[in-house]
């Protein structure tokens, strides 16, 4: 049997060590291995695995953040199957921090109503994961190709059978899995690097796999942006207790909700950006050098660290911060055991729609995610190459152009930033849709070849924001201000075959 992976962030990686065990696997990715959302990941993953938690209360959690949206049935498969996913991190060598008395330390995360975020070099998870999945890859039997930007899948009788990419090679599979990530970089401003640009939605899309909650981007609230690129300035130091202060020195967000500064990050990316608008000004002030310096350093090295590069010092007094785009709810929808709308397509990751996070992610269960879908996507390979069946709701038919074109990168992202952004309206977002769809069909043929999938992923996100008249979870319509009972669904898109 032979099985490819798209991406090499935990899901992908995860996915080819478990397929390497009973099958042929190539796995491919754009760029270097380490460079994925999983490697910048700090605050840790969410995982109930003590004995004051269960899977049950963190099922209930999540549920109450996802804002009517929560699959229960993913939400239970997620929470259930964290302890399991946790110990294989540890099999893997994930070196999470621990107490003195040997025992995991546990941190508590906005939503999270019990300490159960797992940690590994105090705010540098991410990179401790990435580590340990890229070492274990280079003991495994994969075949691992870099560089390597998959433009398109292999297709027979409505079945898919490979992937095409930029150098034009198509490599056949019995299976493939998509694990291409996040979209972050559809916009100018994001935590994300730069090649999170949702190519897995536009390429499930144009094979016939139904997407699902586009919509849900999640805007991070505080991130340090300097030189192009924002930093992010993990929740984990609200919730240690940081202020965020405008542009006078005055604390807004006590204000604006009772949990204040850790409110949900939706509602906190809203007010900061209303306290930028009001006051004129580019970003406002995130403050928590009142506690102790050594505390800081240690508590959060990488935050530390990466604020100082770029010439600010969280132990000496307020940083700059601003919203950028962080994390899809939305993606590509799959079942509980990662399986996609098409025979031998799964998808697993960000880049899936699993139903786990409804409208709204909750702090750390992404990487969790991640972990155990990509598990349960290789375990439904090994099964049997059934699809999905398709979801009830109700399909929508979106026509696309089979020669796609596109802008370029700057008017793409600028595009997102100021039509698709943290608040939206009609008229925004109808000028976006105008936009990207003639870019879509009419654009240049551009030079890289990962652009027309971008286009079609930002299309399909204005389209389905647009059609979201409503204000839910992390999607904020200013022309719709209230969640309306109508549209507790999901939005659910497919390509119109001619
Ligand atoms: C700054 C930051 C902090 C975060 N902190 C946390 C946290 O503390 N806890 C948490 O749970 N989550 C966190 N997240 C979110 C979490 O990191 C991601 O959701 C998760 O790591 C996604 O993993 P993945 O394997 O799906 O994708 P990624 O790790 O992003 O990997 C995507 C892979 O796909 C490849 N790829 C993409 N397109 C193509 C293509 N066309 N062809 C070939 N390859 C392609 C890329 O090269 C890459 O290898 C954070 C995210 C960011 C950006």
New binding site residues.
């Given amino acids: 049997m032979r099985v490819l992976v798209?991406?090499?962030?935990?899901?992908?990686i995860n996915a080819a060590l478990l397929a390497s065990e009973f099958a042929d696997v190539t796995l491919?990715?754009?760029?270097s291995l380490g460079?994925?959302?999983?490697q910048?990941?700090?605050?840790?993953?969410a995982a109930a695995v003590t004995a004051l938690d269960a899977p049950a209360i963190h099922a209930e959690d999540t549920i109450r953040a996802g804002a009517g949206l929560c699959d229960p049935e993913a939400v239970r498969a997620l929470t259930a199957d964290g302890p399991a996913a946790i110990q294989r991190m540890l099999q893997l060598g994930v070196n999470f921090d621990r107490q003195r008395n040997g025992e995991l330390s546990l941190a508590t995360e906005g939503a999270h109503s019990t300490p159960r975020v797992l940690h590994a070099g105090g705010d540098q998870?991410?990179l401790h994961i990435q580590s340990a999945l890229v070492d274990r890859l280079a003991e495994a039997k994969v075949d691992v190709r870099t560089g390597?930007?998959?433009t398109d899948l292999a297709l027979e009788a409505g079945r898919c059978v490979g992937a095409t990419t930029d150098a034009r090679e198509t490599l056949l599979a019995d299976a493939v899995i998509l694990?291409?990530?996040?979209a972050?970089a559809l916009y100018q401003t994001t935590?994300?690097p730069s090649?999170?640009t949702g190519?897995?939605i536009a390429l499930a899309f144009r094979a016939g796999a139904v997407v699902r909650d586009l919509e849900f981007v999640q805007f991070h609230p505080t991130a340090l942006i300097a030189d192009g690129s924002a930093f992010?300035i993990s929740e984990a130091l609200r919730g240690d207790g940081a202020v965020l202060l405008d542009a006078r020195g005055d604390r807004f967000m006590a204000s604006v909700h009772p949990d204040a500064e850790l409110a949900p990050r939706s509602i906190v990316a809203q007010a900061i950006t209303e306290a930028m608008r009001r006051d004129g000004v580019d970003h406002v002030s995130l403050d928590i050098s009142h506690l102790d310096s050594d505390y800081l350093r240690h508590r959060f090295p990488g935050v530390y660290r990466g604020t100082l590069e770029r010439g600010h010092d969280i132990t000496a007094g307020p940083i700059p911060v601003a919203p950028a785009a962080?994390?899809h709810m939305g993606g590509v929808y799959t079942d509980i055991n990662g399986r996609t709308t098409v025979q031998g397509l799964y998808a697993t990751?960000?880049?899936a729609s699993t139903g786990a996070h409804g409208a709204n992610r909750v702090?750390?269960?992404?990487?969790?995610e991640?972990a155990v879908f990509s598990t349960r996507a290789v375990g439904a390979i090994g099964r049997g190459p059934e699809p999905a069946r398709p979801p009830s709701d109700h399909v929508q038919r979106l026509h696309t152009h089979a020669q796609a074109g596109a802008p370029s990168w700057p008017r793409l992202r600028q595009t997102m930033n100021e039509l698709v952004g943290i608040t939206r309206t009609r008229e925004h977002l109808n000028a976006a849709v105008d936009r990207l769809t003639d870019w879509s069909e009419r654009g240049e043929a551009p030079t890289d070849p990962?652009l027309p999938?971008a286009t079609l992923t930002s299309r399909l996100i204005a389209q389905a924001a647009l059609q979201r008249t409503e204000t839910r979870g992390a999607h904020l319509r200013l022309d719709y201000p209230d969640a309306n009972p109508d549209w507790q669904r999901h939005s659910l898109w497919q390509l119109a075959r001619e």
């Fill in positions: 798209i991406g090499s962030g935990l899901a992908g491919l990715c754009k760029s460079e994925t959302n999983t910048r990941a700090q605050g840790g993953i998870t991410g390597v930007a998959v694990a291409t990530g996040g972050g935590t994300n090649n999170a190519d897995g992010l962080h994390y990751g960000e880049c702090a750390s269960n992404s990487l969790l991640a990962t999938l």
